[in-house]
């Protein structure tokens, strides 16, 4: 695999919320704005980034048996080490509303998903890269969701105002609003896919139930 | 008494651990397939959200705090809860069969459970004292279990009802979710 | 037996260099971390005092309500800030943030930490201007650091040393009370230690 595909991947065809279904809890959790959701996904891009790029370059060394916990000791040294250089540098306000949510970076299961399904077997520059990519295609599902909460709550975008004298749905910055745009997000998605299965002829499958078991860690319990 | 009561009916109702502060999605949708499963993931998580609470307040207090490394809070708490759930694992294995038989598979299920992790950080940002954070963890476990609870049984009345064909799957329990989680905002402000 | 050896040699490796990494970026953001705080509660400070305001200097906290006493370039007192909270918000933990002149006639206050329902309990909350995007492309926006606020402002130029009168917000009762009661609890505090002090101290 060419290292832009495998920056590629993480994009669409694999992405980490609206494909794999992977770290729910942030994507639910801080999408009231489109600006809180910029600034998860940068986060946790960094996390991953880093965290693949050590976990590739230390997987020669690592026994097999303990090497989940290795991999949970990098990256919540990375997790730390964002929380403090947001806490230093990015705007009060976000690591308020942020919030808890940097530090769950650690159990987020995409980071411990990507190291064990990919870092673990790849080069170190192809693993930082896929990190990259994981991470852009999680900020662009993050802003998706985001971007539309926002609209529907204030009828705004990074607080600039787009629609005046919108009078707001403001449930929809709860986690009710939460739960029903990715819901519906998901549902547009399955529509196009069973529309474009239709067009090629095959008959319509139900969608599978990908939820969280898709990635590796909840498989260590099987 | 009175305070640790409105902490409780806070914990279980007011910010409750999935439906308010959306915190242990994964096994929220993950485990709700059917309520004998989600009652056993149920119980695992109360088990062990509470001891968690106990071990990670009292590492807070008495070892992170006073040799002033609370930046290692984050590595340090999942490492304990990690070796927790094994040891619980180990002990139940030997000395309660029927217990491991029950609660068994879902127990590494729990260690990146994110709701267990952020009731101990919770707990760490509010400082609160050891008593405080073990009742607080227990009580945001029991809202957890309660949630996860009733949304299983909300799934399996959906398994037989007709569904529009693209919001099968997922969609569909993301917003019963949501349903769910627009009923327990009628909670807010009880007890606060 | 190696083999336990071998593994308990890789995790310890493992954790002592991570642990050495976070200690590094722990040393070297400790500085701008504690910037960044007395920056951000500079700036709120600011919002809730006079224009001439120089220097913040925080002053002792009474019943958990933290003072702090603003100087113009000189050192003359200005005015004071104060820092009170209240639980009867309907999402835990309310503070407020109040300005007050030297006779504890309140100045202005604000809302720096709540979790009150959006929508509802925002609205007594927060002072928030939305700017329009056309109007920013436009290049017509002015930020306004200060919006108003109908609740909020209700309360500037009363006296702490009487009873607060303020209207609740309908629809918003339980923030509007939490507000006042944040409010109240620096007022408290205000007439147990300040209103004898701040008279008979040098201006």
């Known amino acids: 695999m060419s290292l832009f595909k495998v920056f590629k991947n993480g994009l669409w065809q694999e992405n980490p919320v609206f494909v794999l279904m992977l770290g729910m809890c942030p994507t639910l959790a801080v999408t009231s704005s489109a600006k809180n959701a910029l600034g998860m996904g940068i986060a946790t891009s960094l996390v991953l980034a880093g965290s693949n790029f050590v976990v590739s370059c230390c997987r020669k060394f690592i026994p097999d048996q303990v090497r989940i916990p290795c991999y949970i000791v990098i ?9 403090q250089l947001m806490q230093a540098y990015a705007p009060p306000e976000l690591n308020q509303t942020l919030g808890i949510f940097i530090p769950l970076i650690v ?6 998903g990507r190291a064990e399904a990919f870092a673990s077997k790849n080069g170190s520059i192809a693993s930082c890269l896929d990190g990259l990519g994981m991470g852009l295609g999680f900020t662009i599902a993050l802003l998706i969701l985001g971007g539309l909460r926002e609209l529907i709550a204030d009828g705004s975008l990074f607080e600039l105002q787009l629609i005046e004298n919108w009078q707001g749905i403001y449930l929809f910055k709860t986690a009710t609003g939460a739960f029903f745009t990715l819901g519906f997000i ?3 998605r399955n529509h196009h896919k069973a529309k474009r299965r239709r067009k090629e002829g095959l008959g319509y499958e139900p969608p599978k139930e990908p939820i969280c078991l898709s990635c590796n860690i909840c498989k260590l319990g099987k | 008494m009175k305070e640790y009561f409105s902490l409780i009916i806070s914990a279980i109702l007011v910010n ?7 915190l242990g999605i994964c096994p929220f949708l993950g485990v709700s397939r059917s309520i004998r499963t989600s009652a056993g993931m149920g119980a695992a998580v109360i088990f062990v959200m509470t001891l968690a609470g106990l071990l990670t307040s009292a590492i807070n207090i008495f070892l992170l705090i006073p040799y002033n490394i609370a930046y290692l809070r984050t590595l340090v708490f999942i490492l304990a809860i990690a070796g927790l759930v094994q040891i619980v694992e180990v002990l139940l294995q030997r000395f ?3 217990l491991y038989q029950a609660l068994g598979i879902y127990l590494p299920l729990i260690t990146t459970n994110c709701a267990v992790l952020g009731s101990a950080i919770i707990c760490a940002d509010e400082g609160y004292s050891l008593m405080r954070s073990t009742v607080f963890c227990c009580a945001s476990a029991v809202g957890f279990a309660l949630a996860l609870l009733l949304f299983a049984s909300l799934r399996e009345r959906l398994e037989l009802s007709k569904v529009p064909e693209c919001l099968q799957g997922t969609p569909i329990s993301l917003i019963t979710a949501g349903l769910l989680a627009m009923a327990f905002l009628g909670f807010a402000g009880l007890g606060g | 037996m190696p083999d336990i050896l071998k593994f308990c040699l890789s995790l310890g490796l493992i954790c002592a260099i991570s642990g050495g990494s976070m200690a590094f970026v722990n040393h070297i953001t400790s500085q701008p971390r504690a910037e960044a705080q007395m920056r951000e509660r500079n700036e709120l ?6 224009a001439g305001t120089r220097q913040c200097q925080e002053l002792e906290s009474v019943n958990n309500v933290q003072f702090f006493a603003a100087r ?3 050192g003359k007192l200005l005015a004071y800030a104060a820092e009170g909270s209240s639980r009867q918000g309907f999402g835990g933990e309310l503070k407020v943030l109040v300005g007050l002149s030297a006779e504890g006639k309140i100045l202005a206050v604000l809302v720096n930490q709540h979790s009150e329902t959006p929508g509802i309990g925002t609205l007594v909350c927060e002072r928030k201007q939305k700017q329009s995007l056309w109007k920013v492309l436009a290049g017509k926006s002015e930020k306004n650091p200060f919006p ?3 609740f909020l402002d209700s309360f500037a130029s009363q006296s702490l040393n009487e009873n607060l009168r303020v209207d609740a917000v309908s629809g918003a009762t339980v923030s509007s009370n939490a507000v006042l009661d944040a409010v109240n609890a620096v007022a408290g505090a205000w007439q147990e230690k300040f209103a004898a002090v701040s008279k008979t101290e040098e201006p």
């Open chain 1, 186 to 188: 998901l549902a547009v």
């Open chain 3, 148 to 150: 108003a606020n109908a």
């Open chain 2, 16 to 22: 409750n651990f999935v439906l308010s502060r959306i």
């Open chain 3, 72 to 74: 113009d370039e000189n």
């Open chain 2, 96 to 98: 309660s069969e029927p």
């Open chain 3, 45 to 50: 400070l600011k919002l809730v005092l006079p």
């Open chain 1, 107 to 112: 159990v987020n299961c995409i980071v411990l």
């Open chain 1, 75 to 83: 990256i919540a040294a990375f997790v730390t080490m964002v929380e």
